[in-house]
T-cell receptor, first 110, second 113 residues
Framework: SQQGEEDPQALSIQEGENATMNCSYK?????LQWYRQNSGRGLVHLIL?????REKHSGRLRVTLDTSKKSSSLLITASRAADTASYFC??????????FGAGTTVTVRA | DAMVIQNPRYQVTQFGKPVTLSCSQT?????MYWYQQKSSQAPKLLFH???????NEADTPDNFQSRRPNTSFCFLDIRSPGLGDAAMYLC????????????FGPGTRLTVT
């Protein structure tokens, strides 16, 4: 069943701006992952943050995790047209399976 | 490059006509997953194999079956596709189930006419 919920559902920004999206979940987790999906393609893993971590960086990506609020955020800095995609958070609980949210669709305008 | 390959990328089948989707991996990963993703929705796990052990999700319809003849290959069989089975089917792999990212193939888009 779906565990995460992303907010907003859709986001449109100008190239060079930052994009922030949020994910909330319901039950305790082992880790939380973010994936990107270009239109009509498979998912690409972006970053994994463990339940005992609060912040993680990877290139232009910054992920935070607040387990007390059961929420995570993904920040993409200095966005590019190639960042146009859907972004999904996925939680991993004790059953070790990924449970995806419905995603945030990001459009970066040139 | 090590990767997850899905064939075909697009599949059209008739209502009720059995169809098989194929996934192969060169990553030598222990776990292979099949997800169903309908338009603008989250991917939904159908089942997974840990080595030869098959694990079906409780809400996966009986119409969906899977085979994993060896480490590299995994198949999704839909015995009698209905219009509601039209979706993108994603195959993924991971080295283990604990604390590891999953590697996804490009997906097979299934159309049922």
């Amino acid at each position: 069943s779906q565990q995460g919920e992303e907010d907003p559902q859709a986001l449109s920004i100008q190239e060079g701006e930052n994009a922030t999206m949020n994910c909330s979940y319901k039950t305790s987790i082992n880790n939380l992952q973010w994936y990107r999906q270009n239109s009509g393609r498979g998912l690409v893993h972006l970053i994994l943050i463990r339940s005992n971590e609060r912040e993680k960086h990877s290139g232009r990506l910054r992920v935070t995790l607040d387990t007390s609020k059961k929420s995570s955020s993904l920040l993409i800095t200095a966005s590019r047209a190639a960042d146009t995609a859907s972004y999904f958070c996925a939680t991993v609980s004790n059953d070790y399976k990924l449970s995806f949210g419905a995603g945030t669709t990001v459009t970066v305008r040139a | 490059d090590a990767m997850v390959i899905q064939n075909p990328r697009y599949q059209v089948t008739q209502f009720g006509k059995p169809v098989t989707l194929s996934c192969s991996q060169t990553l030598n990963h222990n776990v292979m997953y099949w997800y169903q993703q309908k338009s603008s929705q989250a991917p939904k796990l159908l089942f997974h194999y840990y080595d030869k052990d098959f694990n079906n999700e409780a809400d996966t319809p009986d119409n969906f079956q899977s085979r994993r003849p060896n480490t590299s290959f995994c198949f999704l069989d839909i015995r009698s596709p209905g219009l509601g089975d039209a979706a993108m089917y994603l195959c993924a792999t991971s080295r283990l189930m604990t604390d590891y990212e999953q590697y996804f193939g490009p997906g097979t888009r299934l159309t049922v006419t």
